[in-house]
């Protein structure tokens, strides 16, 4: 049996149409649709997750307790069970990653454990391995996790009729790329990543750290090989590059970019960082929820899929959270600035050029203040990032705590502002949700009723004595009735009904308000729906495609990227499961997984970064011929790693060490 297709609930919701929201929609769609957009942060731990929907995100992505991309941050089923209880609050989503592949012994572990995610309140579950799609399941919705590989229109579209709700899409495809996308499964939700790490492999298709170290990306459990410094030689043995970051990449930033991959038809805004701390993850959600605020102000027709409104104690900049050096990546064609060789470490904001070394002091040229407490960083004479902490700041005169070695017209940044720290180290946002108030009497007593946006409402009532007041009252009810500091409420607009200007005690007022608070809360908790899939018996064979040629195909025929008929070690199947599967989609030949077995002379990672390229040696794209012989290597250490670059598909491929010898990975 397969996932029946027409069973798919979409995330994407829409206002007065029918139809989901992709691509160019002005010229053909009413103007009264509106579509909901989704910022999604990362979650280490249940405190991050409540930090990320405080700063202003529509959904949370957690790891499971087993089987995550990230193994060292599972969380409890019971964490998982809080935050969701505080995220629905606002109506934000709380996603679980349980992203690894999986082994036969594993299926019926990771089976058990998707009916407790599901039963504490998960929205969806990501996923890479498809024998999952083949367990008895909950009706959880799923999503395509990017380390599937999602970079072509077939691919995205046969995820969708095997059941997918959504799907991540790979971070290196065009702005292009995307539309087309997005124009061709007009049905599908699409999440693309905004911010964050980048790997420089395609996701799911690296096994540089299972070959080297014993330790599989796609069991959770990445080294970190591609941050690891390098020299670059040739056939002959010359060195081109010397100990340098070769496959380290900049960090993603597409806050610039949030407007057009709107318009592309991209729905769901990832930041990537399950491995970061509270301050990375409050700094960049509330940088990215102002970001789209301001888009969704211009242009109505999008809105954000959650309640509340995040207010802040500090200006969010993204250079002050950890950060390689930004890249756009590959959205808008290649680009030559992607590479971070220097270091894989953070380097933060520029601050300034050393201009003066006197003693145990320097002497700095730039407009940003530095304080006391101020990590500051450089690249030293030999190309190697080395850094300090300030002691003492006169003016533009910096005291180190301990001198270092530095050179005049050095570049200075700061990977720690310690002022920006301080800041996000206590409370720094709150999230309030808009309601209003009615206070009235009745002939025993007097009622409070509370509504939301959403159309909850509640009303408490209390028998009381009513006694006319002296004095006006309606200042002191407007008073006790707006304290709703410390819940997820705002007074937007009151009114107060009495039939006449009646004494009505603080305590009363205050018992009420309180009573009337909780009632609301378990009022939205019980109102809360999930979206769920219905999974049952579809036809033996899935309806026609149209290929990309314009002509309707079979499953088999279709080239999904990596997954094609025969599907080899690169689709990572590593259960009888996931065989069965691909079966059902009339793909026989079926390779196992590299982590079942090892397998010389394949490639082991492929990646859109190209060192001839960035070199200035690409013959598609650039003039200048390299004056070094073919192929090339990476080394480090004892291992050997040689180059070779696909220019039809341009993509360079490192294939398997000559001399293999286990590292210990960097990042």
């Given at each position: 049996m397969v996932l029946c297709a027409s069973s798919v609930v979409l995330r994407v919701t829409k206002e007065n149409v029918t139809e989901n929201h992709r691509g160019d929609t002005e010229n053909h769609r009413g103007e009264s649709q509106r579509f909901m957009i989704e910022l999604l942060a990362p979650a280490k731990n249940l405190a991050i997750g409540i930090e990320a929907v405080l700063h202003g995100a529509d959904a949370v992505y957690i790891g499971a307790p087993k089987f995550s991309a990230r193994a060292s941050a599972g969380n409890s089923i019971e964490d998982i069970r809080k935050l969701c209880e505080f995220a629905h609050l606002y109506d934000a989503k709380v996603y679980v990653a349980l992203n690894t592949i999986l082994t036969d012994e594993e299926l019926k572990v990771a089976e058990e454990l998707i009916w407790q995610i599901y039963d504490a309140g998960a929205d969806a579950l990501i996923i890479q391995d498809m024998g999952i799609t083949q367990l008895a399941i909950p009706p959880i919705p799923l999503h395509a996790s990017t380390q599937t590989d999602n970079c072509s229109l077939e691919k995205v579209r046969f995820l969708y009729q095997t059941g997918f709700s959504r799907v991540i899409l790979a971070r290196e495809l065009s702005l292009e790329d995307i539309r087309a996308i997005a124009q061709g499964v007009?049905?599908?939700?699409?999440?693309?990543?905004?911010?964050?790490?980048?790997?420089?492999?395609?996701?799911?298709?690296?096994?540089?750290?299972y070959a080297l170290t014993g330790r599989s990306a796609n069991r959770g459990e990445c080294a970190q090989c591609c941050r690891l410094p390098y020299a670059l030689v040739d056939s002959d043995g010359k060195t081109i590059i010397h100990h340098k970051h070769l496959l380290s990449l900049k960090d993603l930033n597409r806050l610039d970019d949030l407007e057009d991959l709107l318009q592309a038809g991209v729905t769901a805004f990832k930041i990537e960082g399950r491995l970061k701390e509270a301050s990375y993850v409050k700094n960049t959600v509330a940088c990215y929820r102002k970001k789209l605020d301001e888009l969704f102000e211009k242009n109505p027709r999008y809105k954000r899929s959650s309640q509340g409104t995040s207010t802040y104690t500090f200006e969010p900049q993204l250079n002050k959270s950890f950060n390689r050096g930004f890249t756009s990546y590959m959205l808008h064609g290649r680009d030559a600035g992607i590479t971070s060789f220097d270091?894989?470490?953070?380097?933060?904001?520029?601050?300034?050029?050393?201009?003066?070394?006197?003693?145990?002091?320097?002497?700095?040229?730039?407009?940003k203040p530095i304080h006391n407490g101020d990590g500051l960083v450089f690249i030293n004479r030999q190309g190697v990032l080395e850094g300090f902490r300030v002691n003492r700041v006169e003016a533009n005169r910096i005291y180190p705590k301990a001198m270092i070695d530095l050179q005049l017209n050095t570049s200075l940044y700061r990977n720690y502002d310690h002022a920006f720290e301080t800041v996000l180290s206590k409370p720094s946002a709150e999230r309030k949700i808009d309601v209003s108030m009615v206070w009235s009497d009745y002939p025993e007593g007097f009622s409070l009723s509370i509504s939301d946006e959403t159309g909850a409402q509640i009303s408490v009532s209390r028998p009381f004595v009513k006694e006319v007041s002296r004095q006006p009252q309606d200042e002191i009810i407007k008073k006790q009735l707006c304290k709703l500091g410390g819940t997820p409420f705002f007074v937007k607009a009151y009114r107060i009904a009495m039939t006449d200007r009646f004494f009505v005690p603080s305590s009363l007022l205050n018992e009420m308000r309180r009573e009337a608070v909780e009632k609301l809360m378990a009022v939205k908790q019980a109102r809360y729906k999930r979206q769920e899939v219905r999974r049952g018996v579809a036809s033996a064979f899935l309806p026609p495609l149209k290929g990309a040629g314009g002509c309707n195909a079979s499953v088999a025929s279709l080239d999904f990227g990596v997954f094609r008929s025969p599907l080899d070690y690169t689709a990572n199947v590593s259960n009888a499961k996931a065989q069965d599967f691909y079966k059902k989609h009339r793909i026989e030949v079926i390779q196992p997984a590299m982590e079942l077995e090892l397998r010389k002379n394949v490639p082991l990672m492929f990646t859109k970064h190209c060192l001839r390229f960035s070199l200035g040696w690409c013959p598609v794209l650039q003039s200048e011929q390299s004056p070094f012989r073919e192929p090339f290597y990476l080394i480090y250490k004892d291992v050997r790693l040689q180059l070779s670059f696909d220019c039809t598909k341009c993509i360079t491929k490192i294939h398997q060490p000559i001399r293999p010898k286990a590292v210990r990975g960097r990042g």
């Open positions: 007009p049905q599908a939700t699409l999440e693309v990543f905004v911010h964050g790490s980048l790997c420089v492999s395609y996701s799911g298709r690296c096994y540089l750290s270091t894989p470490k953070s380097i933060g904001e520029p601050v300034g050029v050393v201009k003066a070394i006197n003693g145990f002091s320097l002497t700095v040229s730039g407009e």
